[in-house]
Each structure stands twice: as C-alpha cells, then as structure tokens.
C-alpha cells in the first residue's frame, strides 16, 4: 500500500465535491493548546472543544432517514417537537488512501495533516456506501472492522458521525426536567407448570402495562378489560398521544420490551412507537462495565430515547459499589423514592392477584412506573449532562463508558482541524494506586483527607499526556472541565432556583465522572490517545504522594489507619479538636507538591478496619455504612449480609459483647425455621450460555454449577445476564450443592426443607472471622493473616 505523505497528497482526486453544510471546510489550525487566563469569564460560548462548535438549541433526537444520505433532527420548539431533514455524508479514517479506490459513492478523499496512523478521510453519499467501503476495506487488508491493526477506521454509529462532522450536541438550552418522560412496566402471567414466563408460550400473556411520566400522567392498560391485542393496540396509542422524549424501564431493554415486541409479533401488532410512526427496532449489543460484559437486545425509537434504569444501576456501582442489588425495589429504598405506602407483590402472585385483587395489582404496576421514574430521576441526569457535550446522542451516552466519550471528544477536535488521527497502542501493564492498611480494629474519632481528583491533578501539574496527542487537546480537555466543574459548583451554591440549582449539579456530577476518567482513558484499549507508558507515570507518581501523606501525618503524632489512591483514614493526634482541622491540614498539605490541594474529607465518631479496602464508618450522626466486597459481595446470601451489618455495627457502637449474642439468635432461628427464604437464598448471574457452560463441564474445564443445572430446567430460554434463586435442601453442612439446589419459588413455609446445618455453619463462619475482635479494644497493628473465609456455597 501507498506511504505517500498526506500533505504532498493535498490535492486528491475525490469524484465529486462535498457541499458545504456536509463537512465544517474550516482549515487546519494545528497548535498546540495554551491554558486561558483564569479571569476569562467561563460560558459555553468560550468552549467549543467541550461543547462542540454548532450551538444550535432544543436538539432532542437524531435519525438516519433517506436511505442513509440524510438525517432527521427533532428539535424542541416552545411546546413542540418539530422534525427537519438535513443532508449527511459518513466517513471512513484510512492509513492508505489505496484503501478507497474504486469504492462506490465515494464524494472525497481528503489528506489529514500531521503524524498518526489514519491520514485520509474518505467521505460517501450514503451510509449504504459507507458499509460498502468498510467491507472492501476489510476484505483488502484482511483485518477485521476496528481490529487493534486495521488501517482502517468505521464508526458504525451514524448519529455519533453525525454529531462529530458537525459539532453539533443534544439538549441545548434544556434542562434535564423539560424532557418529556414516560416510565413504563409490565406485568405478567406465566402458565402453570412452568418457573419463568416465555412470551413465546402461548397462555403466558400481559395483564398490565403500567404508565407513569414525569408531568403526572399515571395510567395502567389493564389485562383484566383487554384482550392482549387491544392491550397492545392501546399502549401504543397512549404513547403516541403522550408523545415522551424518552421512554424508561428497568431492565427495559432485556425484558419489558423483548416481551412486548414477541407479543405484538404473535398477534400481528405493530409496536409503532416511533416519533415517525415507525416501528420499534432493536439489534443485539453488549455492554462492558468493568471485568463483566452484559449481552442485550438495545431498542430504538425514532426521534426517542430508550433508557434503561437497570443498566444506569450497574454503570453507577461500578463506581461506587454502595448498592444493596439491582432490583427496582431494591434501588428506590436505597435512593429514597419509594413511597412509604407502595404497594408489594410478589411475582409469583400475580396471577392470583389479579384474579382476586385486580386494583391491588393496578397499584402494584403503577407504584413500580412511579418508582423507575424517580430511580431515573437519581441516575440519569449525568447522562443528560454529557449528552450536551459530547457527540453522542443521549441514549448512547447511557450506554458508553467515560473513556470512550473521552475519546470522542478529542476525536471531534481531530477532525474538526483536519489532522491525522493516531492508533491505539496494544495493550501493556499499567501499576496500581498506593493502598495500605496500617491497623486494624476499631479507631475512634477518625479523619479522612484526600488529594482533590489526584490522578487528574497531577497529569495537569507534571504535564502527563499522551505522547501521540500532537495537538494538546487531551490536557486541554481536562483544564476545560476541571474548570466548568469548579464553575459550576460555585453557580449551584449561588443560585436560589432548585430547578437550576438541580441541572448545575448534574452537569458538575457529569464533568466529576469525566475529569476521573481520563487517568482510565490512558489504558483504554480503544482509545486512539491510549499511553500505557503515562499510565504509568500517574499510578506512580499517586503512589509517592500517599506515602508522603502517611509519612507527614505519622510525624505530626497522628496514626493512620488506612490509606487507598488518593487520601488516607487516620486517627488525629493526641488532644486534637475540631477547630484544629484547618491547622493540621495546612501542616500536612505543606510537603504536597504544588498543584495539589488537600481537603477535609469526612469526620467519623468511629472506623471499623478489617482488611484492605475492607470497612465500616460511622459518621457523627450516627449513619453507619460498609464499605468493601467482603461486607458486600454479592455472592453471600442475604442473612449473612445482615448479620455482619449487626456484628459490625456492634462493634463500632462499643459492644462486643453482643457479638455472640446475635450468632446464637440467628443459630435458633435457623433451627426453628423462621428464617424466611429470601434471607438465605442465593441468587446468582448467569455469566454465560447454557451451551458454553455444558461444553465447558463436558471438557473438564469447569466444574458442575447448580444455578446452571437448575437453568436448564427452568422451562425457557435464559440468557447471560439472567438471574436465577435457590436455596440448599438435605441435611449436613457438606452437602454438594449442584445435587441439592432447589429453585427458591419452591420453597414451601408450611413445610421447610432447607439443610440447617448448612446453613448454621455459615452462621458460625462469621463468629469465627469476627471473633478475634471482640478479644481487644481498640487498633492493633495489621498482620496479614489467613482468616475463615465465607462460604459461598
């Protein structure tokens, strides 16, 4: 292939020229980027690099229409939504323009300017063309689509094209409370006989369709009135009549909507709930949050968003890991919008409910619609933030990782000054944060300082970039938000309007997950920025400012007790007062580099520390809380979570002498059954196929799984991502689980079968690992020591 230089190329031979309005023709203006004077006045005008060049208002949803060569916008005018069709060519990134020749409906091939890997941009008349280019490049080459060493790039998002080509984002001049909103939640009966419901079961059926939306419409579609066709027929209706801006479900997408759509199939029902009076559509996505990757169905709506509440859940632990599970019940209590007096059902009375107590029901659906709009309400605002920075449309954003709209936003700026974009580098070890546990037990009062936003201050004190970013965007990215996030938060104290103050404060929340990505961004395989080398320089230079931090603080009489990536837990000096916070600070803060600002974190009556990472807080106010997978996992039953809660709030109350005391309560409960199933059931996710689980057993790399065996007889089809319950029947603590799992639904209160002494074993595990701290007051210096572990089976 060609290695001409792209700048001696400059006069390429396109077939035809692109219109103006196809492509911004502002020309290259390739310097790097100078930090602005801190009494610039901060607006959105001053900051095209983050919130795109095109400020056109009230853009709600984007739509690839007319065979792909245009896209429909829908725009919010006053009280309307208006729709308008503008032209839209896509685009490839190539390394060669070889790549491109003799491909259909090619408009241009344009040289990008400066080094990187991807020096041509070739433009097509269609995206029709476009997929056409993409599969001669791979064919060419060899290499599959936007493999780590294709030279070829294709975003196969033609809205994120859009949005890049044109600098153009979502919801401007809009605040998250004037989207339209429409919650939504069905309920369903399944045949008798069978554990799950299947839409593709022809006696399972919808009985409610409960609809919520965020200006106080509240309805349910009942079964109980409708055949399942009119059901239908009328949810759709109500929909087109309410005409939402955005349609919301928890776990919407994997099971509300799949259901319907199988439903609507059967009897002949067209679920148009497009904005154009198209039908709903869907193709099969996954989603990667941290080590687990969530296969599902993403459904679309034109000139609508699809938002899904469970996915907003996993994307939010993932940073947090303060969530109990993933329920909707669950998340509403934990976020604190469920009403006192919602109603509850179980789902496996439903269809005994609605024969017998149908309005039961009908409140039961509407109380779960109210509830994923107030779940929403809690989790989606950031989202919406980004959607008016970054260019992809709002749905997207909910379904992205940081990382990615950090490479997108530095991807606008490439193309936008028409330089080459870089590859990413293969991937490469990156060293952790400084963590360490210096004592363990219970300390009393406890201090916790931090470094503000550590990796992220000192990439811009020590100048860490990447090496591949030859026009400065990547620290400048940073500056920009750090700045609107300090600007924001000041305007959100000021201002006396709770709506304005409420959109501030997604927009500094949404600027926070974005400023604390970008260190992550360094290591992200799929950034085109990525530098594992400056990765490195920032773990290791985080790592040099926590020791300093133990070192200063253990000079100045105080005992850490804990230190994680950037701040540390630590016991005050003899005769220290809260009015002498300011003071120690500024001592400690005296031996930080410059660039660095240390604050006050929090003030505990009391700390708790058991391992690494792993402990309990509580606060002056008496709020307790745990913190660390060995206080939270979700991999040990409900009942052993709760006695670790009281055992540990014991301790940190000053008595553990009731420690022994709540074992041998829970021990009697068990033995007289009055512990209830959903207390020590287990529930687990199915992390693969049935089909690759039953080939993994047959070739001895995995051993038999009891949530599996039960799943192949669970009467439909389960998928990854699936959740299943069950509790262990038989008698002894031995038992071998996958021979004694029973499906939780079975569990029959009037005659109990769960194995007690399985399940009083794992009672006294947990006395064996707390036992020794009921055995001293106070800290004792760590030793890493083996422990009892929790069974997890």
Same mark, same amino acid.
């Given at each position: 292939m060609s290695t001409e230089s792209a700048r001696s190329r400059r006069s390429s031979s396109p077939t035809r020229a692109a219109p103006w309005w196809v492509w911004p023709t502002t020309p290259s203006t390739a310097r790097r980027w100078r930090r602005p004077s801190p009494s610039r006045v901060l607006t959105l005008e001053h900051a095209p690099l983050l919130f795109g060049r095109d400020p056109t208002p009230g853009l709600l949803a984007f739509d690839l229409v007319e065979g792909g060569s245009a896209i429909r916008l829908y725009r919010r005018h006053q009280h309307d939504v208006r729709a308008e069709t503008v032209p839209f060519s896509p685009f490839l990134l190539l390394a060669d323009r070889a790549l491109a020749e003799s491909t259909a409906g090619l408009l241009s091939l344009e040289p990008l300017d400066g080094p990187g890997a991807f020096r041509w941009?070739?433009?097509?008349?269609?995206?029709?063309?476009?997929?056409?280019?993409?599969?001669?490049?791979?064919?060419?080459?060899?290499?599959?689509?936007?493999?780590?060493?294709?030279?070829?790039?294709?975003?196969?998002?033609?809205? $994120?094209?859009?949005?890049?080509?044109?600098?153009?984002?979502?919801?401007?001049?809009?605040?998250?409370?004037?989207?339209?909103?429409?919650?939504?939640?069905?309920?369903? #009966?399944?045949?008798?006989?069978?554990?799950?419901?299947?839409?593709?079961?022809?006696?399972?059926?919808?009985?409610?369709?409960?609809?919520?939306?965020?200006?106080?419409?509240? $309805?349910?579609?009942?079964?109980?009135?409708?055949?399942?066709?009119?059901?239908?027929?009328?949810?759709?209706?109500?929909?087109?009549? *309410?005409?939402?801006?955005?349609?919301?479900? $928890?776990?919407?997408?994997?099971?509300?909507?799949?259901?319907?759509?199988?439903?609507?199939?059967? *009897?002949? #029902?067209?679920?148009?709930?497009?904005?154009?009076?198209?039908?709903?559509?869907?193709?099969?996505?996954?989603?990667?949050?941290?080590?687990?990757?969530?296969?599902?169905?993403?459904?679309?709506?034109?000139?609508?968003?699809?938002?899904?509440?469970?996915?907003?859940?996993?994307?939010?632990?993932?940073?947090?890991?303060?969530?109990?599970?993933?329920?909707?019940?669950?998340?509403?209590?934990?976020?604190?919008?469920?009403?006192?007096?919602?109603?509850?059902?179980?789902?496996?009375?439903?269809?005994?409910?609605?024969?017998?107590?149908?309005?039961?029901?009908?409140?039961?659906?509407?109380?779960?619609?109210?509830?994923?709009?107030?779940?929403?309400?809690?989790?989606?605002?950031?989202?919406?933030?980004?959607?008016?920075?970054?260019?992809?449309?709002?749905?997207a954003c909910t379904l992205r990782g940081a990382a990615a709209k950090i490479d997108a936003l530095m991807l606008r700026e490439y193309l936008h000054r028409r330089h080459a974009v870089p590859g990413a580098q293969p991937a490469a070890p990156v060293g952790g944060g400084h963590t360490v546990i210096c004592q363990q037990g219970v300390a009393r009062p406890v201090l916790h300082v931090d470094v503000t936003s550590l990796y992220p201050s000192l990439m811009l004190a020590h100048s860490i970039a990447p090496a591949s970013d030859a026009l400065g965007v990547f620290p400048a990215l940073l500056q920009h938000l750090r700045d609107f996030r300090v600007h924001a938060k000041r305007l959100a104290r000021e201002t006396a309007d709770p709506a304005e103050r409420a959109h501030l404060g997604a927009l500094q929340q949404s600027f926070k997950i974005l400023i604390n990505a970008f260190y992550g961004y360094l290591a992200f395989s799929g950034g085109h920025w990525n530098d594992y080398d400056a990765a490195n320089r920032v773990t290791a230079e985080g790592r040099a400012v926590v020791a300093s931090l133990l070192e200063r603080l253990t000079g100045l009489g105080a005992t850490p007790v804990e230190a994680d990536t950037d701040g540390v837990y630590f016991v005050p000096p003899p005769g220290h007062r809260p009015d002498d916070d300011d003071a120690l600070?500024?001592?400690?803060?005296?031996?930080?580099?410059?660039?660095?600002?240390?604050?006050?974190?929090?003030?505990?009556?009391?700390?708790?520390?058991?391992?690494?990472?792993?402990?309990?807080?509580?606060?002056?106010?008496?709020?307790?809380?745990?913190?660390?997978?060995?206080?939270?996992?979700?991999?040990?039953?409900?009942?052993?979570?709760?006695?670790?809660?009281?055992?540990?709030?014991?301790?940190?109350?000053?008595?553990?002498?009731?420690?022994?005391?709540?074992?041998?309560?829970?021990?009697?409960?068990?033995?007289?059954?009055?512990?209830?199933?959903?207390?020590?059931?287990?529930?687990?996710?199915?992390?693969?196929?049935?089909?690759?689980?039953?080939?993994?057993?047959?070739?001895?790399?995995?051993?038999?799984?009891?949530?599996?065996?039960?799943?192949?007889?669970?009467?439909?089809?389960?998928?990854?991502?699936?959740?299943?319950?069950?509790?262990?029947?038989?008698?002894?603590?031995?038992?071998?689980v996958n021979e004694h799992a029973k499906l939780a639904s079975q569990w029959d209160p009037t005659r109990p079968d769960e194995n007690l002494e399985y399940y009083q074993a794992k009672v006294r595990e947990i006395w064996e690992r707390f036992r020794p701290f009921t055995e001293f007051d106070g800290l004792r210096p760590y030793v890493d020591e083996p422990e009892p572990q929790l069974s997890l089976f």
């Open positions: 941009l070739a433009r097509y008349g269609s995206w029709a063309d476009a997929l056409g280019a993409r599969d001669r490049c791979r064919e060419t080459s060899g290499a599959a689509t936007n493999a780590p060493a294709a030279p070829y790039r294709f975003l196969a998002d033609p809205v $994120h094209q859009y949005l890049l080509v044109t600098g153009r984002t979502s919801f401007g001049g809009l605040a998250f409370g004037d989207l339209r909103r429409l919650a939504l939640d069905i309920e369903v #009966v399944t045949t008798p006989g069978y554990e799950f419901p299947s839409a593709a079961r022809a006696d399972d059926r919808i009985v409610a369709v409960a609809l919520a939306d965020s200006a106080g419409f509240r $309805h349910v579609v009942r079964g109980d009135q409708l055949d399942e066709r009119a059901l239908l027929e009328e949810c759709t209706r109500i929909l087109r009549e *309410h005409d939402p801006d955005v349609i919301e479900g $928890h776990n919407i997408f994997r099971f509300d909507l799949e259901y319907l759509e199988a439903r609507a199939r059967r *009897h002949s #029902v067209g679920l148009r709930w497009g904005r154009d009076g198209s039908a709903l559509r869907s193709r099969v996505a996954r989603l990667q949050i941290a080590e687990r990757t969530i296969n599902y169905r993403r459904w679309e709506a034109a000139g609508r968003h699809v938002v899904d509440t469970w996915m907003l859940a996993q994307l939010h632990d993932a940073g947090t890991r303060d969530l109990p599970g993933f329920g909707l019940k669950e998340l509403a209590r934990h976020f604190g919008v469920a009403a006192p007096d919602r109603t509850y059902i179980d789902a496996s009375q439903v269809a005994r409910t609605l024969r017998e107590d149908p309005e039961r029901l009908v409140a039961y659906a509407i109380d779960d619609a109210v509830e994923t709009l107030g779940v929403a309400a809690v989790l989606a605002p950031p989202y919406f933030a980004q959607a008016q920075a970054v260019p992809f449309d709002y749905q600070l500024e001592r400690v803060a005296a031996g930080l580099p410059s660039g660095l600002q240390l604050e006050l974190d929090g003030r505990y009556a009391a700390m708790f520390s058991y391992k690494m990472k792993t402990y309990a807080l509580l606060d002056e106010r008496g709020r307790f809380s745990l913190k660390g997978s060995a206080f939270r996992s979700r991999g040990i039953e409900p009942f052993q979570r709760r006695i670790i809660e009281e055992v540990v709030r014991a301790l940190l109350d000053g008595r553990p002498e009731e420690v022994r005391r709540i074992i041998d309560r829970r021990l009697d409960d068990f033995a007289a059954h009055r512990v209830d199933v959903r207390a020590f059931a287990r529930t687990e996710t199915l992390q693969e196929s049935l089909d690759a689980y039953r080939l993994r057993v047959n070739s001895g790399v995995r051993p038999v799984s009891a949530v599996y065996e039960l799943a192949a007889t669970a009467g439909r089809a389960l998928e990854p991502g699936d959740q299943i319950s069950y509790y262990v029947t038989g008698r002894g603590a031995g038992v071998a």
